[in-house]
């Protein structure tokens, strides 16, 4: 999200560390149509409450090393040497399926955004990359494809584009003692906005996770997007990305006023689609939730 949202979000969570009980996040919850019918059909079969202080911004199963638990990210995820210096963000993660975990993180100004990538034997690494002419400073969220060698990144706002990277830490190109640059663009044929998290179902297939507010672009707020990709990424060429609305996100909550769609993460293992909703007001406490669904 935009820095002066990302900041409210912080400061409310950061006032619920401290018993605070006066909460805002951004998004308006307000009804709208229903999305189009689509041949891609997610259903809902659960969920699960969403801590706010560590799991209302991002999730990501891990495949390696075998029987590791699911991984959040929130406010309460950040560690102290790390918001110390400045990465006072943390976005929606992933993990390549040989088992290394990228968190995207981000800082209110400069012209940096940095990844941290736990390896499987459990050590942590900071990979940064200087800003391309024009790219925003958000960091919104990681995605890594699934050969392991490319990850996608996006900005918030309204977007025609999504980043490709090198993957830190697994692409044999990354240094942390060099820049991690963009190496590639997916161009979208139709407009994102507020994109929270995205992960790949396939090689050429993404599921992403919107807090549009408005609901001009697809006719409904905070969608569900399928990205169908011209090719697999592979660093070296633009792609291109057709973009599809799938069904609106679940908006439930015993409180009124604005939810926030967060990260979103496919598990290949299971075919689970896991999405965080986290609610308005005081009930981000209560029940903030983490979306089951299943195909068909």
Not at 2 to 18: E, K, N, V
Not at 226 to 250: E, F, K, M, W, Y
């Amino acid at each position: 999200m935009p820095l002066r949202a990302r900041q409210g979000c912080h400061l409310a969570l950061t006032g619920l560390a401290t018993l605070a009980l006066a909460v805002g996040l951004a998004g308006p919850s307000a009804a709208a149509p229903a999305a189009a019918p689509s041949a891609d059909t997610w259903t809902e079969v659960g969920s699960d409450r969403a801590d706010p202080l560590t799991e209302s911004q991002g999730l990501a199963s891990v495949e390696v090393p075998a029987g590791s638990p699911n991984r959040y990210t929130g406010i309460g995820t950040i560690p102290l040497g790390l918001s110390t210096r400045g990465w006072n963000h943390v976005g929606d993660p992933d993990a390549s399926y040989d088992g290394h975990y990228v968190e995207p993180y981000q800082r209110d100004d400069g012209n940096t955004k940095m990844f941290r990538v736990q390896a499987p034997d459990g050590r942590w690494s900071e990979y940064v990359h200087t800003l391309s002419p024009g790219e925003a400073l958000n960091n919104s969220w990681s995605a890594i494809s699934p050969d392991g060698q490319w990850m996608l990144a996006g900005e918030w706002g309204t977007m025609n584009r999504l980043l490709v990277f090198p993957t830190p830490g697994v692409n044999a190109s990354t240094s942390p003692s060099a820049n991690l640059p963009q190496t590639a663009t997916v161009h979208l044929d139709h407009a994102v906005r507020d994109v929270q998290g995205c992960d790949f179902l396939d090689a050429t297939t993404l599921l992403c996770s919107s807090d549009d507010p408005a609901g001009t672009l697809f006719g409904i707020t905070k969608p569900l997007l399928r990205i169908d990709l011209s090719a697999a990424p592979n660093g070296t060429a633009d792609v291109t990305g057709h973009v599809t609305a799938l069904r609106q996100l679940p908006l439930r909550s015993a409180c009124s006023g604005d939810f926030e769609t967060e990260g979103i993460d496919y598990d290949r293992r299971t075919g689970t689609l896991r999405v965080i909703v986290v609610s308005p007001g005081f009930c981000v406490l209560t029940d903030s939730k983490t979306y089951r669904f299943t195909r068909g």
